[in-house]
């Protein structure tokens, strides 16, 4: 029998679903469509504005006329972790039991912030140190994904604003490599295929082999950055530059080629970001070679992009085309917004997907507690039903003095049930009274604690995403300011707190240069300096004191959502 199922991706420039009809060796796309969001609405894959990302999400359904409201939804962004570990060998329960605990060892995510679910992909049993004598723990290779609880809360309260159901929340870099079928001849089995998902806020890199992930990061910078870029080397409106971007201004125009020039820095260092990643993953292995490097996402089709990051990688270049491995059904889409779908729509065919995807990589961070009360809700309708059931049984076999006599004994005790509720709810309201009184003053308790607070968690994850890949942090400290809003820097940009770093990295002189660059792209740090600096081996290790002032970008916002 065939089954419909709805991926719905959430990105930072527009909300896109797309509906499969999933059967027996058949998968057909039935309906796909897309509707824009302004800038600031998703920011780093966080829903800020839940009610205008609901009223896309209306827009997109009635514009798209999908036939289900329930929907496989992706996350991701910094606070979102995709991550490998070795762990004692145990049964599923008890693991899952054990990863309540220790999942801090793995994600940076306190326990009770954390959602997360998890796969085997080796349970082959092994020393847990190889090389040792048998007689130590055995382990066996987990995929696990977290995310923190607050992406999860934004991203259902848009849904429930928009009148859908997530049956699950998958991580979208798991949905890429669902998306984007493995080569049919691919090499021997050290062989390594890198996906590049690069959207509008976030560029995604998912690395897979023989199949499985392997490593995956989010970079907090995108296609946006390069559109910025154009607009203010150029003084145009950001439209124009999009266009400019993509290469639909004739490129040997004067325009085109200001564009290029002005753009070829932003394209440099987001290669050379990608180019880290893979390489830190690189270093890792033994004897892996990459096969294919696909790119994928809106951003993808920037012209030049694909060849910047090519020339960093040796590799074959692939553009991910994800309607390939779909029949397609009676698309209401012109060639143009066709073309553009292909780039854009790889996530949502992934997350619809989701439902016939090998156990080994689909997994959902959907909260516990909403998943427990779904099943309850369910289990009410179906006693519902149960006892609509039976009463239509006795009314077709019962006599009527039967019924009569049951009617008379439930008014009854409908009758006494009524007098009980009543008596309950008087009792209930006094207590309530005084209650609502308590967390009026306890939440306004809070709201006083957190004012200013800032996420050192999201800090430091954006932190770890623009700093160069041959630096790297031996010591840092956080201070949260005692007085908000007071100048950070000489831009007058209110500062909440000061971080101070010691760095140690190579490169010299040079890498000190590309360390303020590079926190220079972190709108959440401003006024960064360095001190004592110091050079040795001839010009190649170097080792640094920095200081830089927290913006108010960094702040948590969790007074203002007690507030609400």
């Known amino acids: 029998m065939d089954s419909i199922s709805i991926g719905l991706d959430i990105g930072s420039s527009a909300v896109r679903a797309a509906e499969i009809e999933i ?29 205008g990302v609901s009223e896309a999400l209306r827009r997109l359904w009635a514009e798209g006329g999908f036939s289900r409201t329930k ?5 991701s962004g910094p606070r979102v972790f995709v991550r490998q570990a070795d762990v004692p060998a145990l049964n599923a329960e008890d693991l899952r039991s054990s990863l309540k605990f220790d999942t801090q060892e793995l994600i940076p995510i306190a326990m009770e912030d954390a959602s997360f ?15 040792q004598p048998p007689g130590n723990q055995q382990t066996m290779r987990i995929l696990i994904v977290a995310a923190h609880r607050d992406v999860l809360r934004t991203h259902l309260a848009a849904l429930k604003g928009a009148g859908l159901n997530a049956i699950a929340m998958d991580a979208a870099p798991l949905a890429l490599i669902r998306a984007v079928p493995p080569a049919p001849d691919a090499g021997h089995p050290m062989g390594v295929e890198v996906i590049v998902s690069i959207g509008a806020e976030l560029t995604t890199v998912a690395v897979r082999q023989a199949g499985v992930p392997r490593f995956i990061r989010s970079l907090t910078v995108g296609g946006d950055n390069v559109t910025e870029t154009i607009a203010n080397a ?98 209401d889409l012109d060639p143009e917004a066709f073309g553009r779908a292909s780039a854009s729509a790889t996530t949502a065919i992934g997350l619809a997907l989701w439902p016939v995807e090998s156990p080994l990589i689909r997994l959902s961070v959907l909260p516990e507690e909403v998943a427990a009360a779904r099943r309850a809700r369910r289990m009410v309708a179906l006693a519902a ?10 009314g077709v076999v019962g006599a009527g003095e039967f019924l009569a006599v049951l009617s008379a004994q439930h008014q009854v005790t409908m009758a006494q049930h009524h007098v009980q509720a009543l008596t309950t709810e008087v009792a209930q309201l006094q ?67 000061t971080l101070t770093f010691s760095v140690k990295g190579t490169g010299g002189s040079p890498a ?34 920095s200081t830089a002032n927290i913006t108010s970008v960094a702040q948590s916002g969790r007074a203002q959502a007690v507030k609400q």
Do not use: C
């Open 71 to 75: 929907v496989v939804t992706g996350i």
């Open 117 to 131: 679910d998890f796969s085997v992909l080796d349970d082959g049993k092994r020393a847990a140190n190889e090389g």
């Open 234 to 331: 150029m003084h145009l409106e950001m439209a124009a530059a999009e266009r400019l971007k993509r290469g639909a201004v004739g490129s040997g125009t004067p325009q085109a080629a200001q564009a290029r020039k002005a753009m070829s820095v932003e394209l440099r260092d987001l290669a050379e970001d990608v180019r880290g990643t893979v390489d830190f993953f690189m270093s890792q292995t033994d004897g892996s070679t990459i096969e294919r490097l696909l790119f994928t996402g809106g951003a993808s089709q920037t012209e030049g992009l694909a060849a910047a990051i090519g020339n960093t990688i040796s590799a074959t270049i692939v553009q991910v085309d994800p309607f390939s491995s779909l029949t397609l059904g009676d698309l």
């Open 385 to 394: 039903t149960s006892v609509a059931g039976l009463a239509a049984f006795l």
């Open 431 to 497: 207590t309530e009274t005084a209650v609502h009184s308590q967390v009026q003053a306890q939440a306004q308790m809070v709201v006083s604690t957190l004012q200013g607070d800032i996420d050192w968690v999201r800090l430091l994850g954006q932190l770890a995403a623009v700093m160069p890949p041959n630096m790297s942090l031996t010591s840092f400290q956080g201070t949260r300011s005692q007085a908000s809003g007071s100048p950070s820097s000489s831009s007058g940009a209110p500062g909440v707190g």
């Open 23 to 51: 059967g027996q060796g058949r998968r057909v796309l039935r309906r796909y469509a897309q509707v824009g969001l302004p800038h600031g609405y998703v920011v780093d894959g966080e829903i800020v504005n839940v009610p």
């Open 512 to 545: 000190v240069a590309a360390w303020l660059d590079s926190l220079a792209k972190d709108q959440s740090l401003e006024g960064t300096w360095v001190t004592g600096i110091s050079i040795s081996g001839n010009g190649g290790t170097v080792s640094f004191g």
